[in-house]
């Protein structure tokens, strides 16, 4: 009796769960992971000979399950009750932080960026008077040590800096005294890695005393929220966060400038945020609408200086700033850029480079082989 | 196809069920037959050809073996026999061993000959073995032939042990192929044997899994030694449970459809000595290989040079069936090794002395194989091995050691506990001492089932997890 129970109730939870798998509609797209899901794939003679159509419908089977996001949930649910901290991919730290976890140091990589580096900037030098400078930004799980769990580990990024201002003859500045100091402050987003537009403005403020001219103040800028249910990157990599979504805000000067902007050389826009993206998964890309290759923008300050920012998506938030302090602002993403840097510099009279990276990727970014080039 | 997916669980599974169920007893041989070969072909299309063939091949062994001895003829019978076995190593050692050979034969003569990359056909190792046990048997007398090519087909290819065993041998089975009572006791049995199966295999090595990979990654000279000790009984437990695990989960699906396997694993990490710890490791292969090799080569019954030249046979062929690698017959040759000396004298040593210095002894021994199992060159496993014992003041620990140990702590706990008999005692003596509240006893062990269930479920879900992040950084 007893055991016709149990056979009779597992029976009914299998094929439940199975027939509701069969019955619920396909979803074609997961917003939780920013990603198209596997959809019924179709039956042909050769893709099964070939085991395709088996991965695919597995793969079918398992994008499609019913309730897919809360058995996700729960499972990391479980994993947390086991006392785990991470999952391989985010911590769970302190207060609320997800801080994604760092990939080893791949030396290869580090030493081909390192030389490429130097033979982009022997070049540049060769054209004078220009200044060059390195503002390299920490990563959430070093400036914000204290919010990892205990004992969690982590790549030691101040001896990254420091390698890298023994192999590069410029002008280093690290964020990671000047931000960790702040760590109490809300300089990086809980579910993303970015940093905020305060973290990127007390970068602004290092960086302006730091080559000699004068930031503006906090006071000097209208602060406002902009939307106040951001869930960024590391939020999508914990797939489970019980603390608030994140709040961006914008800096805008009380004295106004005037700019526009010019986008890989034809988009003319006079906005440096992009309001669709706020309603969107990937509300970061509200800076700057996102990575572009090459960004130019001309403001109505008429002092004549022109920088060039090679950069990566930190300098997005931080870019904004800048447009007070210069004439013409040049920002190249080596990841989109497919251009002669070199030869692009050359034209255009400029009397700044600044390279904005965050530490870990200005020594393992991929592109980097643009500017040997 | 493996058990531990939402493909099997939640679509081959409850197919299969209600096709079997819902059909007249002569049909469910070959409903069995006809999944199990689903089940395998979902893999590898192409290979399912190998598994007829051999299902034919010793079907037809067989029948002549049988053939030849009720007229009397035991050249013809023994000639059968050789058909089989000499046709099943070759189709092990051709998609098993080619390259392992080649490149050996490359190595010592420096030439050139190209490596065929076979790609192994799944359980084949199980499989051959299997049906080499039946014309064995047959040929011996010691099982009944069967005539019938349905039900010899649905013994070789019965999906519950098809991919990774256990070895069930033609002889234990017999009787069920031909006339198996299904009831609801063998089904509610297998259910809980199944769950608690995979529960072992999703929940808990998988998890440790990824703990051994972590340490596995790291640099093995600068290893602290308290990290390597984790790291090494993170891949012991990680292989048990994972191979216990798949064992449970065959034998409660053999139960389902009213099968009895033999048991595989019997708390191995308990033994006293490695001499124990074989016969509870794997026992389905021990077994295959006393029957088959050790004791057709005269056992221990020639004399001590026989006995011990036979033991190093034996694990030799046990180490190479684990893997075409040199490391594989090292760890067969290193417990041969063991075996001999304890079969000399040390077991009677470690009979007088305390059972916790026999069991400290057994794992320190079992860990140090693993090494060479888990690395498949020598050098690694050896460096492994230093790290494992390069005791000093300032190698001891490390934060990283101390933030693993904390977050794994619990789970580590856990295996430690599940590697022994200790749960299943406790269990047991809670229902002797509240008999008379059965009813309560059984729920609440229904819905552990149900919790190691859905957790399983969620971890499977989980696996397909995959966030597209839209921007490098």
């Known amino acids: ?373 | 196809m493996v058990f531990s997916s939402i493909l099997f669980l939640f679509y081959f599974l409850p197919f299969v069920l209600v096709l079997y169920f819902l059909a007249p007893k002569r049909y469910r041989n070959f409903i069995l037959f006809i999944s199990s070969l689903l089940f395998y072909s979902w893999g590898e299309p192409r290979y399912i050809w190998i598994m007829l063939f051999s299902t034919v091949l010793d079907y037809t062994c067989g029948r002549f073996i049988n053939y030849y001895r009720k007229i009397h003829r035991p050249n013809k019978m023994r000639f059968w026999l050789n058909i089989s076995i000499f046709s099943n190593l070759t189709l092990l050692s051709f998609f098993k061993y080619s390259d392992f050979i080649i490149s050996n034969i490359n190595n010592i003569w420096r030439t050139n000959i190209p490596l065929l990359n076979i790609a192994l056909p799944i359980g084949i190792s199980f499989y051959t073995f299997q049906t080499m046990s039946y014309t064995i048997d047959v040929y011996r007398g010691d099982t009944k032939v069967q005539n019938n090519i349905i039900s010899f087909g649905t013994y070789v290819t019965l999906f519950p042990q098809l991919i990774a065993g256990p070895i069930v041998r033609y002889q234990t089975i017999a009787e069920e192929i031909n006339s198996r009572v299904e009831s609801y006791v063998l089904f509610s049995e297998g259910i809980k044997r199944f769950i608690i199966g995979l529960g072992k295999k999703v929940l808990l090595a998988n998890n440790i899994g990824l703990l051994w990979k972590n340490i596995f990654h790291m640099d093995v000279e600068s290893l602290p030694v308290l990290t390597a000790w984790v790291g090494i009984f993170s891949f012991g437990f990680q292989i048990y449970f994972d191979f216990s695990g798949y064992s449970d989960m065959a034998i409660g699906l053999g139960k389902i459809f009213g099968f009895n396997f033999l048991e595989n694993f019997d708390y191995p990490y308990m033994s006293k000595s490695i001499t124990e710890f074989w016969r509870r490791w794997h026992i389905s292969l021990g077994t295959w290989f006393k029957e088959y090799v050790y004791i057709p080569l005269g056992g221990n019954r020639n004399g001590r040079y026989k006995h011990l030249r036979n033991i190093l046979i034996v694990w030799i062929l046990t180490g190479i069936w684990h893997g075409a690698s040199w490391n594989f017959v090292l760890w067969g040759l290193y417990f041969g090794m063991i075996l001999i000396i304890e079969k000399l004298f040390l077991l009677k040593l470690l009979q007088k002395m305390p059972q916790s210095i026999g069991r400290i002894y057994t794992i320190f021994l079992i860990l140090i194989s693993w090494t060479i199992f888990a690395f498949d060159n020598l050098t690694d496993s050896a460096k492994y091995i230093k790290a494992l014992l390069r005791i000093s003041k300032d190698n001891i620990y490390d934060n990283r050691f101390i933030y693993l140990f904390y977050t794994n702590g619990f789970l580590l706990l856990i295996l430690i506990l599940g590697s022994t008999n200790i749960p299943k005692k406790f269990w047991q003596s809670i229902y002797s001492r509240f008999k008379y509240k059965e009813n309560i006893l059984w729920a609440m062990e229904n819905i552990y089932l149900i919790i190691v269930f859905l957790l399983s479920t969620a971890y499977l879900v989980d696996q397909s997890y995959n966030p597209f992040l839209y921007f490098r950084f």
């Open chain 1, 1 to 373: 009796m007893k055991e016709k129970g149990r056979t009779i109730l597992f029976i009914i939870l299998i094929l439940f769960l199975s027939i509701g798998n069969i019955l619920t509609p396909i979803k074609t797209f997961s917003s939780k992971e920013n990603r198209y899901l596997q959809g019924l794939p179709e039956i042909k003679y050769d893709s099964i000979l070939s085991g395709r159509f088996n991965k695919e419908f597995e793969t079918f089977a398992t994008d499609q399950f019913i309730g897919r996001d809360s058995w996700i949930s729960l499972k990391t649910i479980w994993d947390l009750s086991m006392l785990k901290k991470d999952n391989g991919r985010v911590y769970f730290g302190k207060e609320d932080f997800l801080i994604d976890m760092n990939k080893e140091i791949d030396e290869e990589q580090f030493t081909k960026n390192i030389t490429n580096l130097n033979i982009f900037l022997n070049k540049v030098e060769s054209l004078g008077d220009i200044k060059i400078t390195a503002l390299l930004v920490p990563s959430k799980s070093k400036a914000l040590a204290h919010k990892l769990p205990s004992y969690g580990p982590t790549i030691d990024e101040g001896k990254l800096v420091d390698r890298i201002k023994s192999s590069l003859n410029i002008n280093i500045l690290d964020l990671i005294d000047i931000l960790s100091k702040k760590s109490n402050e809300y300089i990086y987003y809980k579910t993303d890695h970015h940093w905020t537009t305060k973290g990127a403005f007390y970068a602004y403020e290092y960086y302006l005393d730091k080559i000699g001219d004068k930031p503006l103040k906090e006071d000097d800028f209208i602060i406002s929220k902009v939307s106040d249910d951001f869930l960024g990157t590391s939020y999508r990599k914990a797939n489970l966060y019980l603390g608030n979504p994140d709040k961006i805000y914008t800096y805008i000067p009380k004295d106004k400038v005037n700019y526009n902007l010019t986008i890989n050389n034809q988009t003319k826009t006079y906005d440096l945020y992009d309001r669709s993206f706020l309603d969107k998964t990937d509300k970061y890309s509200f800076f700057l609408g996102g990575n572009k290759a090459l960004i130019e923008i001309d403001t109505s300050i008429n002092n004549g200086k022109t920088i060039l920012i090679i950069k990566d998506s930190f300098a997005n938030s931080f870019i904004p700033f800048l447009t007070n302090h210069y004439d013409r602002l040049i920002v190249i993403d080596p990841r989109y850029f497919k251009g002669d840097i070199f030869g692009f510099l050359k034209d255009q009279q400029v009397n700044e480079v600044l390279f904005l990276f965050n530490v870990q990727n200005f020594v393992q970014e991929k592109s980097f082989n643009i500017f040997s080039r």
